[in-house]
């Protein structure tokens, strides 16, 4: 499914090609994508709009409007925002944004599990902060940090990871990557970190996420960036569905289980698995 390095290079592709363009007419094809908004009355409050600009909070695509208002979107699992060329395939579209320049811009999603809310400026922020913990590009995710997020979890990090509450944008793919970066076993609980091992994992993920955009996504399955072509991170991947092959770091074969119900890919050799941290035991009360 998308994640946060492949959002953001959709991104990057579109944000110069849609800033200023006036939306002349919105085309909702699929009722999931608007819901519980009907398709119409989407189609009619985003009809005649002027694009601001594009930009990313997570794995969330924000399309800001004029009149103080966002379409804010999510790709899901397998969710595209294209402009298509004439070679473009019109294959499970379920929006179509026609632009005033005569171009368009499609959502494709053959499983139908993206959506679309058009939230009002004013309470964007409390709208993405219910759902999204802290930016993992930002200044502000530090060692430090991190360690206020996990303190007392005693979930598996990989777990920890997946859930977009802690740190927002990582998903399957990059967790896996990360983690291995930063010799971490998937299974370690998320608050058992020393703060070496915190920094050693900040550090991981922000190369993990960096890779993924220089490599402009990973195209394993559905996904493809805003011009309709497949990603190249999926060949640089450094444990993610290499299960068996040789560990780039001390050859030892990676391996795979399921945390979380995803597949998780690791190096038992190089990946530590941390111990939980013993609780403080209370001082026995004295009798009287």
Not at 110 to 135: C, K, M, N, S, T
Not at 178 to 185: E, K, V
Not at 255 to 263: K, M
Request: proline share 6%; hydrophobic share 35%.
């Amino acid at each position: 499914m998308p994640e946060l390095p492949e959002v953001e290079t959709v991104c990057r592709q579109l944000e110069p090609e849609l800033e200023g363009r006036r939306i002349e007419r919105l085309e909702v094809y699929d009722e999931r994508w608007s819901r519980p908004v009907a398709p119409r009355e989407l189609e009619v409050a985003v009809s005649g709009r002027t694009i601001t600009g594009l930009r990313r909070r997570g794995k969330y695509l924000l399309l800001g409007l004029d009149g103080g208002q966002t379409l804010v979107m999510h790709l899901r699992m397998t969710g595209n925002l294209i402009i298509p060329t004439g070679s473009t395939e019109e294959r499970h579209l379920r929006v179509r944004f026609r632009l005033d320049d005569g171009r368009e811009v499609w959502f494709t999603d053959p499983r139908r599990f993206g959506e679309a809310r058009l939230v009002d400026d004013a309470r964007l922020d409390a709208y993405l902060d219910q759902r999204l913990g802290i930016e993992p590009l930002s200044e502000d995710f530090t060692p430090e940090a991190l360690g206020e997020i996990v303190a007392g979890r005693s979930a598996p990090l990989k777990s920890f990871l997946l859930d977009q509450r802690g740190v927002a944008g990582v998903g399957n793919i990059y967790a896996d990557e990360a983690l291995f970066r930063a010799r971490l076993h998937p299974l370690s609980p998320a608050g058992s970190m020393k703060p070496e091992q915190l920094e050693a994992l900040r550090d991981g993920v922000v190369a993990a996420l960096e890779a993924g955009i220089d490599g402009g996504g990973a195209s394993i399955d559905d996904y493809r960036d805003g011009r309709g072509q497949r990603g190249r991170m999926q060949d640089e991947f450094l444990v993610h569905t290499r299960e068996g092959e040789p560990c780039p770091r001390c050859a030892g074969a990676i391996e795979r289980i399921v945390v979380a119900g995803r597949s998780t890919y690791f190096c038992p050799r190089c990946q530590a698995k941390l111990r939980r941290k013993p609780r403080r035991r209370r001082p026995a009360r004295r009798s009287s």
